[in-house]
């Protein structure tokens, strides 16, 4: 077995000892035999970013050789909302390396996600996760790059307070258990995505923690490891339907919304991004942040923003969206600042050997690990569409690279202070700022779109019906007129729990 397989956590990966992306029909056929798989699951996320599922009992190889090859028809106007009625037959296609065993089903099944195909067998123009592999295209065609992204799917996991161990309020950053109280769900979640497709980096509790009304209200945090931007997507949408399921059997309640409670941390989707050349990093050059990186994070500062109108989609987003908080109000970036839009995480651009100070019996030899430099946008969160929030993503960082004036762009939107305090005031005042409502987003993706559709990435009528829908929320001025009436601001909060 491939010395690098041996410890995958996904069954189908182990047990036919190939990588997800090199999978075959006939490698799921043999395995579905094999293992006595029942079901078939076919998957896939629609306008409202969640997956769907459609069921399939396999009856013979023949009919699990045609649901694997010709997919299904599904109606696509009750998936999408710029779909009409009366053209609106799609087919859902799988692909092969996303099949996972599904870990809830009683019969034993295996779940594949899919594409969307119109019925002229071309990818639809406007599929989420088409747009998002048409801006990856475009940015390797047009960079000779690849791009690479990373999540941190943060959530809060609410329960009955049992008094017992209680973590401080708002102090909850790292805790274990007695005091946090749900380290083994996260731990269960996270053996689930793993063995699901998913490429974890670690998880932990985060800070927000309170208790409210007799319940515990307790905020965790899984993140991932950079990899292919459509992957990250795919990965990231899989752990979003595991978190929620696994949640549903616990019988507790699980939720992504950006604003939780009045006064309390909300839940972001910080996305880590790279770009890379034949499996190198190219963030960093001779351990600075290299000119590539740049020109990447001044594509993030041009586009931020419309680039919410993907990430940020509902009023509560924006009662995150507030100053003085660790999420971001200015559009600006900065080296380990957690108030600005772009942070360039600590990273380990000296090459050095800390395992061997610590540890004396180890050796010595200086280990460069730059490549592991990534830069975070910090103003998405639980509501996003995720495939349509990497694409922006990538979208944005391939602008970076077209536009002539991309280095000065960097160096006027760089900060190294914390511009809220009061000495520095002046300096903040001279930053964009990022939009303040759902209104406000649909503007800005409206003035921007031009840069989208290039190279025939976004469609227009989706990013004209994603504003409409923005539009409608008629939320401009909102924060101003309720943020004060803790009453009118839970009503919304209660509203929008399950988003996303």
């Not at 059997?249 to 919304?257: C, E, I, N, P, R």
């Amino acid at each position: 077995m491939n010395a690098n397989i041996s410890m995958n956590p996904n069954p189908i990966v182990q047990y036919l000892n190939k990588y997800p992306e090199q999978l075959t029909k006939e490698d799921l056929i043999r395995y579905i035999e094999d293992n006595d798989i029942e079901m078939i699951n076919l998957r896939y996320a629609g306008w409202d970013g969640r997956l769907k599922a459609l069921n399939f009992v396999i009856s013979s190889r023949n009919h699990l050789e045609t649901i694997l090859t010709a997919g299904e028809r599904v109606d696509g106007s009750s998936l999408f909302p710029f779909i009409e009625a009366g053209s609106s037959d799609l087919y859902v296609i799988p692909r092969y390396k996303t099949a996972f065993v599904n870990p809830f089903a009683e019969v034993p099944t295996l779940d594949i996600l899919c594409s969307f195909y119109d019925r002229d067998g071309n990818a639809l123009d406007g599929a989420p996760e088409n747009i998002l592999k048409k801006a990856h295209d475009a940015f390797k065609k047009t960079t000779g790059y690849n791009y690479e992204t990373m999540g941190e799917l943060e959530y809060y996991i609410i329960s009955e307070d049992d008094g017992l161990f209680k973590a401080d309020d708002q102090r909850g950053y790292h805790e274990s258990s007695p005091f946090s109280k749900w380290n083994s769900f996260r731990t269960h979640a996270m053996k689930l995505i793993a063995e699901a497709g998913g490429m974890i980096k670690y998880g932990h509790s985060e800070v927000g923690n309170f208790t409210k009304d007799g319940y515990v209200y307790e905020q965790n945090e899984i993140e991932f490891l950079p990899t292919n931007v459509e992957d990250s997507a795919d990965q990231l949408v899989k752990a979003k339907w595991i978190v929620r399921t696994l949640a549903y059997q616990y019988g507790v309640t699980v939720t992504f919304a950006p604003k939780i409670t009045v006064g309390k941390a909300g839940s972001g989707l910080h996305i880590h991004t790279r770009v890379m050349q034949n499996g190198k990093n190219l963030m960093t050059e001779n351990g600075e942040l290299s000119d590539i990186a740049k020109k990447t994070i001044a594509g993030y500062m041009d586009l931020a923003p419309s680039l919410t109108a993907f990430g940020n989609l509902n009023p509560t987003s924006y009662f995150r969206l507030v100053p003085h908080q660790e999420a971001p109000t200015n559009i600006c970036w900065g080296d380990r600042n957690r108030s600005v839009l772009v942070r360039v995480p600590l990273g380990w651009s000296t090459p050095s050997n800390m395992a061997h100070s610590v540890n004396p019996q180890e050796s010595g030899e200086v280990i460069d690990f730059s490549d592991k430099q990534t830069v975070e946008f910090r103003c998405p969160d639980g509501s996003a569409d995720i495939y349509l929030l990497l694409a922006g993503l990538t979208v944005a960082a391939r602008h970076g690279f077209e536009i002539k004036d991309a280095l000065e762009i960097a160096d006027k939107t760089y900060v190294d202070v914390n511009i809220f305090e009061p000495e520095h005031r002046s300096k903040e005042a001279t930053f964009a700022k990022l939009p303040a409502s759902c209104v406000e987003s649909a503007e800005q993706l409206l003035k921007q779109m031009r840069i989208y559709s290039q190279h025939d990435v976004f469609p227009e009528n989706v990013m004209i019906c994603l504003a409409d829908m923005l539009t409608l929320y008629n939320d401009k001025g909102l924060i101003a007129r309720i943020q004060h009436d803790d009453e009118k601001v839970m009503k919304l909060v209660n509203r929008y729990f399950y988003c996303g």
